[in-house]
């Protein structure tokens, strides 16, 4: 099966259960006579169409990859099922990774042609409902490896800066109201 009749068969077993959104287009059917296959397929097409030329592709593709996630994330938290949490913890680390490279990539790959629907693709991809999507691919392939690689150096910099805040914290709580009294 190919990963288009994958996608296309969850959605259609999604559009089949009843929920929010089945609710929310029967209403709209009912209301237009318009079949909520069509509306669907019209939604999708306008979102793809304003994510390639739309003024707000960047919030758009920031809902994308935000919304649908903490949505399930918070689901996996409150499911007994462990592989969940372990599932949605990887996507996140993945787009804490991304959103950290996309901010000092961001004023160049900003000037690339239908660079936010690749931006959304990549997205979807990473929190795709299959076992080779994408924060699992990186996570294995690249975040893992350079953690496993480099995380004792790394704990030793948390740790001395952890040591060095609190230190500052205590000087400036001893310190503090002596010299607002001085003034």
């Given at each position: 099966m190919g990963f288009l009749t994958y996608i296309k068969d969850r959605v259609q077993k999604f559009l089949n259960e009843k929920n929010f959104v089945t609710d929310l287009l029967a209403?709209?059917?009912?209301?237009?006579?318009?079949?909520?296959?069509?509306?669907?397929?019209?939604?999708?097409?306008?979102?793809?169409l304003y994510v390639l030329f739309g003024y707000g592709a960047t919030l758009l593709c920031s809902l994308v990859g935000f919304v649908y996630p903490a949505y399930y994330s918070i689901k996996a938290i409150e499911s007994t099922d462990k592989e969940d949490d372990t599932k949605w913890l990887t996507y996140w680390v993945v787009y804490g990774v991304f959103s950290v490279a996309e901010f000092f990539s961001d004023i160049f790959l900003y000037w690339f042609p239908f660079y936010y629907v690749g931006k959304c693709i990549f997205l979807l991809w990473c929190m795709a409902p299959f076992s080779w999507n994408g924060s699992q691919v990186i996570y294995t392939r690249i975040i893992r490896p350079l953690f496993l690689k480099h995380h004792t150096a790394v704990d030793e910099i948390v740790s001395d800066l952890s040591g060095k805040a609190i230190n500052a914290a205590e000087n400036l709580t001893k310190e503090g109201p002596t010299s607002v009294v001085s003034m």
């Open positions: 209403m709209l059917e009912e209301k237009t006579g318009i079949k909520s296959n069509y509306i669907v397929t019209g939604t999708l097409s306008i979102f793809g």
